[in-house]
């Protein structure tokens, strides 16, 4: 028997910039780990206002750039159903945690985290700006903080498998 896969969801707004950038790197991460066939990995918007919607031509074009084809995203709205079956929810910003806590009652404690919690940098402001109202450069930057905190990332969620496996012994990860 198979067990079922670790999920991680990412959350921002719209669904149509930040998560889905972060989906995308993560999920490429956790391929380059040999970690693909144990973690799924979706992304929601906090909001309905992008629903159906690719993702924004310039987090595309980003993606794009290094390699990663997102042209078969469309934006989901964040439901109760999506937020039970998930093992980690990464908010991109702090204005999404509020929503997030609500909708996951007590498991926020130890499902919910700022995607930069993990950025082994260790960031003073862990929130990642809505690039949408900005021009590239601000989608670069939004690049950068997720490629950062990936890197901090794929070893937490190393971590948190560890107790799904058998023969190990360890217990679940907390970031920092």
Not at 123 to 139: C, K, L, Q, S, V
């Amino acid at each position: 028997m198979t067990a079922a896969p670790f999920r991680v969801l990412t959350v921002c707004t719209g669904n149509i910039c930040r998560s889905p950038m972060a989906e995308y790197v993560l999920r490429d991460a956790l391929e380059q780990e040999g970690l693909g066939d144990r973690v799924e990995v979706a992304s929601l918007g906090t909001t309905g206002w992008e629903v159906g919607n690719p993702i924004d031509p310039r987090a595309g074009a980003i993606l794009r750039e290094h390699g990663l084809d997102p042209s078969a995203h469309r934006a989901r709205a964040t439901t109760r159903e999506e937020l039970a079956g998930a093992d980690l929810v990464l908010a991109l910003d702090h204005d999404h945690l509020g929503p997030l806590r609500r909708m996951l009652g007590d498991r926020a404690e130890d499902t919910l985290f700022m995607l930069r919690d993990f950025d082994p940098a260790e960031p003073e402001d862990t929130g990642i700006r809505d690039p949408w109202y900005g021009g590239e450069e601000d989608f670069q930057t939004v690049w950068d903080q997720i490629t950062a905190a990936t890197e901090g990332l794929v070893p937490a969620i190393k971590e948190r498998l560890a107790p799904r496996d058998p023969a190990s012994g360890d217990s679940a990860a907390e970031p920092r």
